[in-house]
């Protein structure tokens, strides 16, 4: 039976209730560390990664008051250093201290031992069957909640997620980038294309680019998916994204192509109504050829 989308937020909204009771997240002293929630989860960003004030908002998603607020009062406890950033003054990075850095392994220590507490009453078997379901809940979630883009092509971000699309496709398949510079990804660029970035906790996922190449035509360019995120439905979702963008800059057929060794994005091509067609361009690298009315 499938639940309508009330049925399934209810059902989200419980095992949120039930999960923050347990794991102490509405406790004033997280884990008993003399700290809420929000600030132990910060204390763990910082130590985890160092970076940026801006950096740390764009992962934990809050606003920049709070954030204030909680680096204010982990300075004042001693934990955390906040100094300008030596590569460029006008931004902030937050560091642990020494001994904020006690105070991480402590952390560390406790939430290990407040999750082996949660599963330890399971059998072995029912634990395996609770951390695949965790794991596909994550990845789901997260997905849900991943931003998705219009952005400059050659903006860092951009490029970053650019490189990580040539170095997949020179491993499965052997791609050479050499020669591919900013002007060719300026091509992605409005009046003329886009290029869209798809971020999760500020950090890029998946990219694709679309631009014209005749009159009420338009292609898809350097889409990629990182490996992580299979599964999740965002490389449709992305493609979905792509389309509309077709439609603003005009065009009423979108083409695309790709090589045989992506077995996984021909099957969702097809999935989502692409048709082969005769090779349209001189790509040497590419097998196949795609084409989708736009409606």
């Not at 740390?56 to 300008?84: A, F, K, N, T």
């Not at 030596?86 to 407040?114: F, I, K, N, Y």
Request: net charge neutral; proline share 4%; charged share 25%.
């Amino acid at each position: 039976m499938t639940l309508d989308l009330d049925a399934q937020a209810a059902t989200l909204r419980r095992f949120n209730r039930s999960y923050t009771q347990r794991i102490g997240a509405l406790d004033d002293s997280f884990l008993g560390m003399n700290m809420p929630l929000g600030a132990a989860r910060l204390l763990f960003e910082i130590g985890s990664q160092p970076g940026t004030v801006q950096a740390l908002r764009s992962r934990l998603g809050i606003d920049s008051g709070y954030l204030s607020r909680l680096l204010r009062r982990l300075e004042e406890d001693g934990l955390v250093e906040v100094v300008p950033d030596l590569a460029d003054r006008r931004r902030r990075v937050a560091a642990l201290t020494p001994a904020g850095r006690d105070r991480w392994d402590e952390l560390e220590q406790r939430s290990e031992q407040r999750a082996r507490d949660l599963i330890e009453p399971l059998s072995q078997r029912r634990r395996a069957r609770l951390v695949a379901a965790l794991a596909e809940a994550d990845l789901l979630v997260r997905a849900a909640t991943v931003t998705i883009e219009a952005v400059d092509p050659t903006a860092a971000a951009a490029r970053a997620a650019v490189g990580h699309y040539f170095v997949e496709i020179h491993e499965r398949f052997g791609f050479d980038a050499t020669g591919l510079d900013e002007k060719d990804g300026a091509a992605l660029r409005a009046p003329h294309g886009a290029f869209l970035l798809a971020r999760s906790d500020g950090e890029p996922v998946a990219c694709g680019g679309v631009h014209t190449i005749e009159p009420g035509i338009g292609e898809i360019k350097r889409m990629w998916v990182h490996s992580g995120w299979r599964g999740a439905g965002l490389g449709s979702r992305l493609l979905r994204h792509l389309e509309d963008h077709c439609r603003r800059l005009g065009q009423h057929t979108v083409r695309l192509d790709t090589n045989q060794t992506l077995a996984e994005a021909i099957a969702m091509y097809r999935a989502a109504g692409y048709r082969t067609i005769d090779r349209y361009n001189d790509n040497p690298y590419a097998t196949h050829f795609f084409e989708k009315p736009l409606t």
